[in-house]
């Protein structure tokens, strides 16, 4: 059996996750299942994308 981190869904407690997960066991395999947009983004953040305030880019989580 292969050792490895699971993590369902990818929201912003997943990218943490993995973040920690990759900061203590540098070769550890992360595998991320998510229906998500591919780059972790900031859902509260979106109403003010709506209105103009933010852009598109500065709902990264995280870089691509």
Known sequence: MREGLLIIGGGAAAVVASVN??????SLPITL????????YARPSLMYLMMGQLRLADLALAPE
Do not use: I, N, Q, S
């Not at 997960?21 to 540098?26: G, I, K, M």
């Open 21 to 26: 997960a990759r900061e203590l066991h540098p």
């Open 33 to 40: 299942v998510t229906g998500e947009h591919p780059t972790p």
